[in-house]
């Protein structure tokens, strides 16, 4: 047993596992002699030189902010244009085709769709049809690029006001959402144009 364990300790095993954990503690000791006698310089710990790096610190989070706003803005401000376009472009086809129309051929046409039980065409057709009223009678004259928002501070004086805001409120329905137009709908669209017809309301 004597041999056997005078042979391990003298094994190359042995020594090298010996040699690992001398190396080991002589490491432990130099580091940790190496913190220890570790201390900030002086002129680290100057006020002013604090002062700097905040203000850096500062700067730099400040423009990375600024650059992912940046990126963003690029983003989405594309996006929202085609958007609005796309919101625009109904209103302004319609609001166009109504110079080249009288109201009567307005309301005609609606008669028409009515009839065909296309009630989201109909509808469509009294909304121009009261554009074009109002135009007629010196109200608000046509013009191509005003919006129903425009349209809804022009007249928010203007008796019938529920009359104009139903067709206001079914034309922006229609065109800007999923909504589908009902035979109801219609008629509801149908009889606000005829209290609008009948008024003799002017702006002051």
Request: charged content about 20%; aromatic content about 10%.
């Amino acid at each position: 047993m004597s041999n056997n364990g005078s042979f391990e300790r003298n094994g190359v095993g042995w020594q090298l596992n010996l040699l690992r954990k001398r190396l080991g503690e002589w490491l432990e000791l130099q580091t940790s002699d190496a913190f220890n006698n570790w201390s900030i310089p002086e002129w680290l710990r100057s006020p002013w030189l604090i002062e700097i790096a905040k203000l850096i610190f500062w700067l730099i989070l400040t423009l990375m902010i600024l650059w992912i706003i940046l990126q963003l803005w690029q983003v989405v401000v594309p996006y929202l244009y085609n958007l609005s376009k796309q919101r625009e472009r109904p209103t302004r086809k319609n609001t166009h085709q109504t110079k080249e129309l009288s109201t009567q051929a307005w309301l005609a046409r609606a008669k028409k769709f009515q009839s065909q039980q296309n009630y989201r065409q109909g509808c469509l057709c009294l909304y121009q049809a009261m554009l074009q009223l109002l135009s007629d009678r010196g109200i608000i004259p046509q013009q191509s690029s005003r919006t129903d928002g425009e349209y809804r501070q022009l007249i928010e004086n203007l008796p019938p006001l529920n009359a104009y805001e139903t067709l206001l409120a079914t034309h922006e329905q229609l065109c800007f959402s999923l909504v589908e137009a009902t035979s109801s709908v219609f008629t509801q669209c149908q009889q606000a144009y005829q209290k609008i017809q009948a008024s003799k309301a002017s702006l002051p």
